[in-house]
């Protein structure tokens, strides 16, 4: 502001400094904004300088934050004034007091477009600022041909085109459709020649903005950067007065890089080899020196150029050099760069080969988390919760527990949140899972969310083999009765030590846990009872709503006894879902780099050790410590999970097992009541059975004699496959009609599919084109299928559609697929599978596609059979005789001598079932020709059923036995009666090939199939 022969000006701003108070102040500026009123009515009688003056003055008043509400037409006025401080004074005071919006603007636009098309360049560069800072639609719409055509313009002086491309670049984010793309990428082509490091500095940031819209448009120009940034690292031709401190223009260096990462490749190879070759020169240039100012220029460029090479996805070795170069600013002292280390490393954890060479970095990145600036703690818990995997994830979760203790209060929430998503991503074992959270729990207090403990809950309640905390005590402490120090009265008096010292939401679950003891004691305990009912009647007036509602429910409900038992039934499980942790690190607002951890942590699934997973076997073997537990048709648990210790694995007590109690109850099935379908029909009661404990279990085996007789009904739940004249075919086939597909299969389906019954993981079809493989887990009666469609040509499979065609006992779902499969790609598709009931019916996919003229179709059947809902139990005769007995006769036990079996020993016929998840017991029946074999079946219904096999074996005619089975279902007895029976008889026995699948899917399994699969083969 030029104050020179100004005097009433400086003697005005003199007096607005002198005043003592606030109060003086607005006096003054109040009877200066009453004379420039006054003066302004008057406006004839004003000299040019006068208005001048005033115009000045009114800017003044309105910088110390006073409102000027007149004047405007005044000030705009000076912008058509012939001479330069006039001129001035009206471009610098409208740029001021208007804004982009205002109506005065429409009256200014054709004086400020005769100074930019006019030849003085001064007012040229006063046009072009005022517009560039005011902006707005108008202005864009009317002026910006005009700029255009002075930014392009060879005759125009640098200075006056450096302010063009910045006001054409305001102009362009206020409305993009200013700049023509069509003939604008040519120009802008012409304009990164530029020599002049000012305009191209400018012109650079108006290259940013129209690549970030549309990189296509200006693909001509990448080579061009590429040139920029070679002269510039280089240093050729860079005058003295754009290096800064030795860096030729770091600011247009910085822009340049930029503007590259918005085209997705550079696929030209020379282009490509110059442009890493700079890279790699930055890379290698760039060091931590003493000198701020130098520092903050360099890395600056350094950073920038780390974002291009990750997005460029280079070789693995400049990535490795650019983590080398990360861990040196993350060991520094300056906190800036510390900082700026392990933001950038956090963006690389989404590059997979570099995740690996982080870790080494592991303790320095630790040893940032206690480091005195917040937010360089901040990026540390950013870095370990992405880096984190099964190889490191004790020593993370530990390190984050330790420092909970002592984090600041700002960041207790964040990091409780984060080390209890890595616990269960990553729990080895649930035991770890829960003393993990327990002392998150004690060390956070406040801090751990609703949703962390809602989390346990949830996995405790799906896993039979978890049960802690109070709420578990209420759950499941029936399961520890018969321990020592376990029984209902002790279990209580140490929850109830706790009750007065504990918060309001926590009292309300205790009064659950009491209903539950009290749910669970049967007989009742007299004194225990009235114990709780004291309990219940001393909060039936308390202050809280839940606290009294639940007092008075639970009192009135627990004199009713059994509909105490009713309401308070067990937990069911929690539906498999997004983990509600996980979800809530997402919705949180946080940066770039936390992103990157975020996505990384979404990417992948929850530990397998925190889900019920099937028992393994080994050579066909149950392993014995690992028995799962299994629901009786009462409903009551076989077995009880006991936590010996912290550092302990759970184990099953075989001695609880036995004094559970639950074989008693299934004798109701002999009541003549059975379930079937949902309903309660009415069952002729049978004989009882006799006193022998072994029973027909050892009787004779009777090949002589005709097969028992089939239950009423049974014909109509005869599977349609069994009705196939060829029942191998049947497994495999799908009974689709005539299908004339000129594309036939290069692998036997029926053999594949065959495999795949008694495997997790294979190929289920495969032709000169599509190989599509399977990869399945199932957990109790969930699967969860992943297909792998992998095209094997160089060409393009197009209209892929994939249906499934489920059974009616089967819920499925199919994610979407893809109608294009690139060519040597593989996509893949995960399918949901729930199981309603038993029954014999297969799921078909019905896939199809086209691979130039020749269109594919084929209908397969899916391996989610009978036997991936069993799971294999272990129990001792003093457990199955009273259940085998208790199960007398059809409909829930059924009996058949099975012909044309196809020869086999007993060994083999054991590896056979095992393969069935068919648990064989040995050593229970005394005939060494029989075998005996106890599963669990798993179903939406049921949850989980117990099913009894014996077979008996005549050792002169391998071809017939005997088969019984028994189970509280009726149509599971006849389904998997009729299942056993044709694996028995249709065993297909031709050799199975090794697989030639290269997908992940089939990478883990042997060429070499055991003795067994080529056996059965």
């Keep these: 502001m030029a104050l020179s022969g100004m005097r009433g000006l400086s003697v005005f701003i003199s007096d607005v400094r002198n005043c003592q108070n606030k109060e003086q102040e607005r006096l003054r500026i109040d009877k200066e904004l009453g004379n420039i009123r006054t003066r302004f009515k008057n406006e004839k009688g004003l000299t040019p300088y006068e208005k001048k003056k005033y115009v000045w003055k009114m800017l003044y008043i309105y910088m110390l934050g006073y409102d000027v509400d007149f004047g405007h037409m005044e000030a705009i006025s000076l912008i058509s004034a012939p001479k330069y401080p006039e001129k001035q004074v009206g471009y610098i005071v409208t740029s001021c007091l208007l804004n982009e919006n205002h109506d005065f603007l429409r009256v200014v636009i054709n004086a400020v477009r005769n100074d930019i098309i006019g030849r003085n360049e001064t007012f040229q560069c006063l046009a072009l600022t005022m517009v560039g800072n005011i902006g707005g639609k108008e202005f864009a719409e009317s002026l910006a041909p005009d700029v255009q055509r002075l930014l392009i313009s060879s005759s125009c002086r640098p200075l006056v085109r450096k302010k063009a491309a910045l006001c054409l670049l305001r102009l362009y984010r206020k409305n993009p459709d200013v700049v023509n793309i069509d003939g604008w990428s040519d120009c802008m082509s012409q304009l990164l020649d530029e020599r002049d490091l000012g305009v191209l500095t400018s012109v ?69 080899r110059a442009l890493f070759e700079v890279l790699q020169r930055i890379l290698m240039g760039t060091d931590v020196v003493k000198n701020v100012n130098k520092n903050n220029a360099s890395h600056a460029v350094l950073f920038e150029a780390l974002a291009l090479v990750m997005h460029l996805d280079a070789e693995k070795e400049m990535m490795s050099q650019c983590v080398a170069l990360l861990g040196k600013f993350i060991a520094v002292r300056e906190p800036n760069i510390r900082y700026l280390g392990l933001e950038n490393m956090t963006r690389m954890l989404l590059i997979t080969d570099v995740q690996d060479i982080i870790k080494r970095h592991q303790t320095q990145i630790l040893t940032s988390l206690k480091d005195p600036d917040i937010s360089i703690r901040r990026r540390a818990l950013d870095l370990l919760y992405g880096m984190c995997d099964v190889t490191n994830a004790k020593d993370i979760v530990e390190e984050l527990l330790q420092y909970l203790s002592t984090a600041d209060f700002a960041m207790r929430e964040e990091l409780a949140l984060k080390a209890a998503i890595l616990a269960e991503k990553f729990a080895p074992d649930l035991s770890w899972y829960v003393d993990v959270i327990l002392q998150l729990i004690d060390k956070a ?130 539906p498999e879902r997004q983990s509600a942790l996980l979800k809530k690190a997402e919705d949180a607002e946080v940066d770039t780099a936390d992103q990157s951890a975020i996505k990384l942590r979404s990417q992948q699934q929850t530990s397998n050790a925190l889900v019920v997973t099937d028992q393994q076997h080994v050579n066909g073997s149950i392993l014995g410590n690992q028995l799962g537990l299994v629901k009786m048709p009462s409903q009551k648990m076989v077995g009880v999970a006991l936590l010996c210790s912290r550092s302990c694995k759970w ?176 996509v893949q598709c995960l399918l949901e599978v729930v199981n309603l009931r038993a029954s014999r019916d297969v799921a078909v996919l019905d896939f199809l596609y086209k691979f130039g003229t020749a269109v594919v179709s084929v209908k397969l059947q899916l391996p989610a059979v009978l036997n991936k809902f069993l799971r294999p139990i272990s129990v001792s005769a003093e457990e199955f005789f009273p259940q085998w007995n208790s199960l007398s006769g059809p409909p829930l036990k059924l009996q058949e001598v099975v012909r044309g079996v196809k020869p086999m020993s007993l060994l083999e016929m054991a590896n056979l079932f095992a393969s069935l998840h068919l648990g064989v017991i040995p050593g229970l029946d005394t005939n060494p020709n029989n075998l005996v074999s106890c599963t669990g079946f798993y179903s939406e219904g049921t949850r989980a059923m117990l099913c009894l096999i014996r077979v008996e074996t005549d050792p002169s005619d391998r071809t017939q036995l005997r088969i019984t089975i028994a189970s509280g279902d009726p149509t599971l007895t006849f389904e998997l009666k009729e299942f056993i029976k044709e694996h028995l008889v249709n065993i297909p026995m031709s050799t199975h090939a090794p697989c030639s699948c290269s997908c992940p899917c089939c990478s883990s399994i042997t060429a070499t199939i055991t003795y067994y699969a080529c056996r059965i083969y």
Excluded at 709 to 732: C, F, Q, R, Y
């Design 204 to 272: 650079m940031s108006l290259f940013v903005a129209l690549v970030s819209n549309n990189n296509e448009a200006y693909r001509n120009c990448l080579p061009k950067c590429v040139k920029i940034l070679e002269r510039l690292a280089r240093n050729q031709d860079i005058p003295q007065e754009y290096t800064y401190y030795g860096i030729p223009s770091p600011w247009l260096q910085v822009k340049t890089t930029k503007a590259l990462q918005y085209f997705p490749t550079v696929e030209d190879p020379n282009t490509r």
């Design 445 to 574: 207090g406040d801090f751990v969310s609703d949703d962390i403990w809602y989390r346990v809950v949830q996995f405790v309640t799906n896993n039979e083999d978890l049960q802690v905390s109070a709420y578990i005590l209420g759950e499941y402490s029936h399961l520890l009765a018969r321990r020592p120090g376990c029984r209902p009265k002790e279990i209580f008096a140490i929850i109830n030590e706790k009750l007065p010292t504990v918060s309001k939401p926590t009292v309300a679950i205790l009064l659950s846990t009491y209903a539950k003891i009290m749910m669970h004691t049967q007989p009742p305990y007299p004194e225990l009872q009235e114990q709780i009912w004291a309990i219940f009647r001393k909060y039936e007036s308390y202050i809280d709503v839940e606290i009294q509602q639940r007092a008075v429910e639970y009192f009135v409900l627990s004199r009713k006894g059994a509909a105490l038992v009713d309401v308070l039934a067990e937990m069911p499980k929690f």
């Design 651 to 826: 184990s099953f007590c075989d001695e609880s097992i036995k004094n559970c109690g639950y074989m008693q109850e299934a004798s109701t099935h002999n009541q003549g009541l059975t379930k079937e379908n949902g309903a309660v029909s009415k069952v002729d009661p049978e004989p009882t059975p006799s006193a022998d404990l072994l029973g027909d279990l050892l009787g004779p085996l009777a090949m002589e004699g005709p097969p028992a007789a089939p239950v009423s009904g049974e014909k109509n739940m005869i599977s349609a496959l069994e009705a196939t004249p060829d029942a191998a075919g049947a497994l495999a086939l799908a009974t689709v009609g005539d299908q004339s597909n000129s594309v036939q299969p290069i692998v036997n389906i029926a053999e594949r599919f065959h495999a795949l019954c008694l495997q997790d993981s294979g190929v289920l079809y495969e032709d000169p084109y599509i190989q599509i493989g399977i990869k399945a887990e199932w957990r109790a009666h969930h699967g969860h299928l992943v297909l792998f469609l992998g095209n094997k040509n160089t060409s393009p499979l197009l209209s892929v559609r994939a249906l499934i065609l489920p059974p009616s006992h089967l819920k499925m779902e199919l994610s979407l697929v893809p109608e294009t499969i690139p060519p040597r790609a593989q």
